[in-house]
C-alpha cells in the first residue's frame, strides 16, 4: 500500500510498482490511515513518506515505529525529500524490513521496485546519497576502520539492499568470495550469531554510526 498526502505522486508511485508487478491493494493520505489498513490485513509492504499530515515532521516515521511497537513485521519503505542521516538511523533502528529513499528514486522505477522487495523479504535500504554522507562522517575508535577497502565496498552496498547476488553483480565478483566478505565484515563489527537479517541491520546501523 502507499501513504502520502500529495495524491499525484501516490499515483505515480502506484504506476511504477504496478509496472514491476507488484500489486497495490490501497492508496491513503496519512501515516494514521496506512496503520488502519494494516490493521485490517492483506498487506505485505507499504511505501510512505516521511512528513505528512499533522504536522508535516516525522509521521511517517511514527507509523513505522508504531507498526514494530506491534510486532507487525509489514515492510516498510519510507520516502523523503531530502537526504537526512538522522531519519535514516531512526528509521533503521527500527529493525529489519525497513528502508529509506529520497522521493527522486521513483523516477528509476527498478530502483523502487526492488526496494520494495527488499523490505519485504526482511532486508534493509539505505538511498546511496544518505550512505555517502554517512561515510563521510568521522569517528574516534571508528570500527569500520577494521574493514579493507573491498569490505567497505561490500558493507555500502548491503547498506543500499543489495543481496549477496546483487552485490556480486555489481562489483564484479564471485558470490562465494561475497559470501566470505559478508561473514568477515560481520565478524569485524562484532556482531554475535543470530539471524542472517538481524545481523546485517546491525551492520548498517554500525555504517550509519548509530550501534
Do not use: C, W
Not at 520516502?79 to 542521516?85: F, G, Q, V
Not at 532486508?123 to 576502520?145: C, F, I, K, N, Y
Not at 537479517?197 to 555504517?207: D, E, G, I
Amino acid at each position: 500500500m502507499i501513504a502520502d498526502d500529495a495524491l499525484l505522486l501516490r499515483e505515480g508511485i502506484q504506476k511504477v510498482l504496478e509496472s514491476g508487478g507488484i500489486e497495490v491493494v490501497a492508496s491513503v493520505g496519512t501515516g494514521a490511515e496506512l496503520v488502519d489498513v494494516v490493521h485490517g490485513g492483506g498487506v505485505d509492504a507499504a511505501v510512505l513518506d516521511i512528513r505528512m499530515p499533522p504536522t508535516y515532521r516525522d509521521e511517517g516515521i511514527v507509523a513505522l515505529e508504531t507498526l514494530r511497537a506491534e510486532r507487525s513485521n509489514v515492510g516498510v519503505l519510507l520516502l523523503s525529500m531530502y537526504a537526512t542521516p538522522e531519519y535514516a538511523v531512526r528509521v533503521m533502528g527500527a529493525g529489519s524490513g525497513t528502508g529509506y529513499l529520497l522521493k527522486e528514486r521513483v523516477s528509476e522505477p527498478q530502483t523502487l521496485v526492488r526496494a520494495v522487495e527488499t523490505v519485504v523479504s526482511g532486508g534493509s535500504v539505505v538511498d546511496p546519497e544518505v550512505v555517502e554522507q554517512l561515510v563521510q562522517r568521522t569517528r574516534a575508535d571508528d570500527p569500520l576502520a577494521r574493514l579493507t577497502e573491498r569490505e567497505r565496498s561490500v558493507l555500502e552496498l548491503m547498506a543500499q539492499g543489495y543481496s549477496n547476488g546483487g552485490i556480486a553483480q555489481t562489483l564484479f565478483l564471485g558470490l562465494k568470495t561475497v559470501e566470505t566478505h559478508v561473514r568477515s565484515i560481520l565478524q569485524k563489527l562484532d556482531l554475535e550469531e543470530s539471524p542472517e537479517h538481524h545481523r546485517r541491520v546491525l551492520a548498517v546501523l554500525t555504517l550509519l554510526g548509530e550501534r
